[in-house]
């Protein structure tokens, strides 16, 4: 099993792209789970989604405290949130982020990636919404999703023009990624 | 901060809550083409259009959430909406 913590704030759809994870794993014949950490969250403050993929079903519903993979949709999160807790020596957190990854001083053993999704975002989806891109960087960096998967959540999440040029965005941030690897 | 029950906390806490964080483009101010007219301080939704001595104004980018109000309505367009690198 593997587990998933994405870190962002609210509205910038952290708890979509949860979702649309696991659907995209669940598209792909294992079994997920998606769900947020409530708190007091509102527009702006820092929160947390997490999603869980698994070849067997998943019985367990605690938070993500040991996860495997860590998003994080907003470099200004780094200085509020400790997004590295419990992340594992041999996963690997994925930063939203204009600059190289050994710029990030950041108290881990994983392998920390960075992709600059706001670009990305702005130029194929036109608004800077970054949650889908970082999830094709995620397909990309790891390989636990297919992008066709992801992909398809998307279009099916927001049907039209929308979801069209948020699959492009997706496999645009898959490639790169996947190239980096 | 110490509250007593029945009791409001201080006011002004919001100061300490710097939002400035949230912004994904940051505006920037043209001084030459600024014609002192006011409109981007009364319509900044976060107060964060500060004026200065001289008349013309600067932004506090401790709260600035990049929304982009001025710029939309500055009628000399000295302000733009920049991509900020972080």
């Known amino acids: 099993m593997k587990e998933i913590r994405i870190h962002g704030r609210g509205g910038q759809g952290s708890v979509t792209a949860a979702e649309l994870l696991a659907v995209a794993a669940f598209a792909d014949n294992k079994f997920s789970q998606a769900f947020p950490a409530f708190g007091v969250e509102r527009r702006g403050a820092p929160v947390q989604a997490f999603t869980r993929i698994g070849d067997v079903p998943i019985r367990l519903r605690s938070q993500v405290y040991e996860p495997d993979y860590v998003i994080v949709q907003d470099p200004t999160l780094l200085e509020v949130v400790e997004v590295a807790n419990g992340l594992k020596d041999d996963g690997i957190l994925i930063i939203n982020s204009d600059f190289d990854p050994e710029t990030f001083k950041i108290d881990t053993k994983a392998r920390i990636m960075t992709v600059n999704a706001t670009k990305i975002a702005l130029d194929i989806i036109g608004r800077p919404i970054v949650n889908t891109v970082l999830l094709g960087a995620f397909a990309g960096a790891t390989g636990e999703v297919k992008p066709e998967s992801i992909m398809e959540a998307v279009k099916e999440r927001f049907p039209g023009k929308v979801g069209e040029r948020n699959a492009e965005a997706v496999m645009e941030a898959y490639k790169m990624m996947r190239d980096q690897k | ?86």
């Open chain 2, 1 to 86: 901060m110490k509250i007593v029950p029945g009791a409001v906390c201080e006011a002004g806490t919001s100061r300490a809550n710097k939002t400035g964080g949230w912004r994904t483009f940051k505006p920037v101010y043209d001084y030459d083409k600024c014609i002192k007219c006011k409109l981007c301080e009364l319509l900044c939704p976060d107060s964060a259009v500060k004026p200065r001595e001289d008349g013309y104004f600067e932004f506090d980018y401790d709260f600035c959430k990049g929304c982009g109000i001025c710029a939309n309505e500055c009628p000399k367009t000295a302000i733009t909406m920049e991509l900020e690198e972080k």
